[in-house]
């Protein structure tokens, strides 16, 4: 492939001023970045994200749940246009790179097309999406899911933080307002979308490569599971007759972990994550307990097998320990391909940098995930040391992230041209 685009120079000084500006921005004191969906943080977030897609020469614009789109207009805006982007929100105990790489590496990579001269046909636009954490609503990708039509407005009303705060309240409080209808995007919307993230896990860099492209994203699905059993006194309550919500419980979670390892397939994996019992007192029987399961595979007909399982299972531990157990599901997504002529020309831009790459599959969800119902897809992933991400030790190193950005750069601009 004849070189298409003219030699980019990666500003990698003024991206990691920039990621260290956006870091300081958070609910929790430095190494920790803490920036849940319409906190304080996420707005002033929100505002540096503005200013930094300005800075970069695009025209922002934001859509009513808060998605922030920014804009070079390409020389036939008629076309559809390529598009990148990810997320600023932050889990609670996060690092600094996890969705933030791709928005502001994203700026990075277009003002470095705009200095080289670059002239795109296609309009290219960077997307800021809202609250691809679940940590406010328990659902991730709040707004890729809403562009792509993925979730219906009324499931979109209905839901609910853990203080009963609507997210129509909690974005009209933002500064949001507009029918959320209008959020979902046109059909044809995107030319291709790509999305540049870190790995999230250790493969490239057990393998010494900087460059992944995504083939497949894993489909994630999430449980609520409510136990009811019955409390009482630790002394006096004998053995015989308990009916224990928190042992029923730790059945549950054990039978999600081995449901997960008899699934068929190496990519099932389980979580219990969420496990609560009331009250609490380490001299009471519990007699509810709370938990919240992950269930992802890169294939529906396994990550199917296991819920089987695991519902079976449930269906087993109730009767036998006179406990009501409730499991309710928050979303069964499936998994997402990647498009195969946006991988080869994202693998074609690595060979003209001379940049090892390798086709990956990616076990953590993103935007992506969503964006591919709706355009042709990739993701470029770099990677991060000890594959270690939600959690304040997360690093990517400068040279990883201007080598992602160049990617990013050559890819958008041969999709625009
Ligand atoms: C996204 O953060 C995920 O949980 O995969
Ligand atoms: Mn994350
Ligand atoms: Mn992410």
Redesign the pocket.
């Known amino acids: 492939m004849s070189p298409v685009v003219p030699p980019l120079i990666i500003d990698s000084a003024g991206l990691g001023r920039r990621l260290a500006e956006l870091a300081a921005i958070s609910e929790a004191p430095a190494p920790v970045v803490t920036r849940v969906l319409f906190s304080e943080a996420d707005l002033r977030g929100r505002e540096y994200v503005r200013r930094a897609a300005r800075e970069a020469g695009l025209t922002v614009r934001e859509d009513a749940v808060g998605n922030i789109f920014a804009r070079w207009e390409g020389s036939d805006p008629s076309l559809p246009a390529v598009g990148s982007g ?2 600023t929100d932050a889990i609670p105990n996060a690092g600094l790179y ?2 933030v790489v ?1 928005v502001l590496g994203a700026f990075e990579a277009l003002a470095a097309l705009r200095r080289a001269g670059f002239k795109p046909r296609r309009s290219l636009e960077i997307v800021m999406f809202t609250a ?2 679940p940590t406010r609503f328990g659902l991730g990708c709040l707004g890729s899911r809403l562009m792509a039509g993925s979730i219906s407005v009324a499931q979109a009303r209905a839901l609910r933080d853990r203080e009963g705060r609507s997210l129509d309240e909690l974005r009209a409080a933002a500064g949001y307002s507009g029918p959320l209808e209008s959020v979902r995007l046109p059909s044809g919307y995107y030319h291709a979308f790509v999305e540049l ?2 790995e ?1 896990g250790p493969l490239l860099e057990a393998a010494g490569v900087p460059i992944g492209i995504v083939e497949h994203i894993a489909g994630p699905s999430s449980y609520r599971v409510s136990v009811v059993g019955e409390g009482g006194h630790a002394g006096a309550v004998l053995m015989p007759v308990r009916h224990d919500a928190g042992l029923a419980a730790a059945e549950i979670a054990l039978a999600v972990e081995r449901a997960a390892k008899t699934s068929g397939s190496p990519d099932t994996v389980g979580t219990t994550g969420v496990f609560r019992i009331e009250p609490g007192a380490v001299n009471s029987v519990p007699y509810r307990a709370y938990l919240e399961i992950d269930l992802r595979d890169t294939r529906l007909d396994s990550r199917e097998c296991a819920l089987t399982e695991i519902r079976r299972a449930i269906a087993e531990i109730g009767p036998r320990r006179g406990v009501a157990i409730e499991m309710t599901e928050i979303n069964a997504d499936p998994p997402a391909a990647g498009d195969a002529r946006t991988i080869a020309v994202a693998e074609a831009v690595c060979a003209e940098l001379g940049l090892a790459c390798q086709r990956m599959v990616s076990r ?4 992506s995930l969503f964006m591919a119902r709706v355009s042709p897809t990739t993701m470029i992933f770099i990677p991060c040391r000890n594959g270690w ?1 939600h959690r304040p030790e997360e690093y990517a190193s400068p040279e990883h992230i201007a080598a992602g950005a160049a990617v990013l750069a050559g890819t958008m601009a041969r999709l625009a041209i």
């Open positions: 990810s997320h996890d969705g791709g691809e954490e993230h870190i999230q953590a969800y993103h935007d991400s």
